[in-house]
């Protein structure tokens, strides 16, 4: 077919990703033999059904003609096929070799059309690795779900499937090779700003699908052709920053509804939780961070630059929601210990107030709901600040909160001797007989004792606890 008649059909199929082969036109003995087939044929047709002696002469005639000719007639096809040409839109007239089965000769083609088609003709991998959908799911589990791949972490096949893949899907860089790094991802860059311009309201939310749609295959905001396990990672990618949470049909058989950045790294990942993705929601800019972000520092220990990036506030909202899970079972410990320690010292808990605030504030739940609010509620709640009905910090509340905190983590570092203490109080407490013999043991029980009455030197200085009343077995030298 000549080109002029063929790009008119190939500008209205309307797809990129569409390979017109057109047989050559045919020679003379070709038509010759075809000629002669269409002869055959009429033949067959004329005499078919009847049972006169030249019906069956003229069946027999032909079938014993076909029976020779008919190879060289199928040939024709063949050939006009093989010396024929193969276009695309966005390749005309592509070479081909006819060898081996259909697969074998589309194989190559398919792969540059596609290779032109789609913008996932830049995700390339390194030989010998073929990136498959199992691949895809070792990947979240080595680093999607974390953010990195930890220190010290005992190598494993996700690990492996992070490092041979990650850098061909540009979630990784060379120079950070442990961490999860979008930034030169612009798959990541469009389905954020395709979500942003899908779902213009904090909270709104739309299918899975939808993504699916718009990012496999052509037809999107560009023709991506991502795969479906490739359009997973990169949703997964935008949880793990904060910027979206995705809800989970029952089939998943997580304990949650919802997968955002406060349980992602928790999840084991596979096929099913995989397959029961069921939409996209944009998540809740953090109102009022700027109010709990001076707490969040003394909380945290670490200073909190601050920022509108939402997943450097998700990496810091995490941190507050893991502190307060491990904070409310030691905080209520320490209460039972404190009152059993300092009744058998037979002295007043310095910080008895400090701990009780402690132990109320770390007791709030903050990951049923809006974790800052919660937070600042916890801190109305605990300490009587007004930093939740204001909705402002205030910098005497944070400079108490911060003394508050020392004395009952002061008080935490003191209970780590809680042993040894009690091992003090009972020898203070033992009656020795008045003999001259145990004098200078006396005089050393009762040095004990006068140091144990006044707990807050100790409580208050972790090193001089150590080094004057804890001491050292066997004793340092000096």
Known sequence: MEAKKLAPLISRYKDARGIFWTPDDLRTDEKDRLIDFAAYRKLVEDWRGKDTEDAVTIINWVSNSLSTELARIYKIVEDSFRRGRMDAANNTEMEFQVVGDLAQILEPLVERVLGAAYESRDIKFDPPYVFKKEEGIKVINGIVKRGEIPKGEKPNQNQSAAQNFGFGLKIMKKAAERKLDLSANPFVDALWKFIEEKLPEDGQQMKIDTVYKNFMGIGGPKDFGLTRRMAQIFVLCLVREGKIKVGLSPKSALPFEQLDYSN???????????????????????ENWEVLRPYA?????????STHDDAVIAGHRKALQQLFVVERERAERLARDAA???????????????????????????????????????????????AYDDERSNSAEVDDLANRLRNYRDLEAFFAFKDELRSAAVYCAHSLPNVPQLETTRKAQQAVASKLGDLKTWIDSPVRLKAELIGHIPAEKG
């Not at 992602?264 to 953090?286: M, T």
Request: hydrophobic fraction near 50%; aromatic fraction near 10%; glycine fraction near 2%.
């Open 264 to 286: 992602i790294a928790d999840v084991e990942f596979n096929a099913k939780v995989l397959d029961s993705l069921v939409d996209v929601q944009r998540l809740k800019r953090p």
């Open 297 to 305: 520092e003394k909380i945290l220990l670490k200073d909190i630059p």
């Open 340 to 386: 059993e320690l300092f009744a058998l010292l037979k002295a007043t808990n310095p910080y008895e107030a400090e701990l009780k605030q402690a132990a109320a504030f770390f007791h709030h739940d903050i990951s049923s709901g809006d974790d800052i609010a919660l937070i600042l509620f916890a801190l109305k709640e605990a300490y009587s600040y007004k």
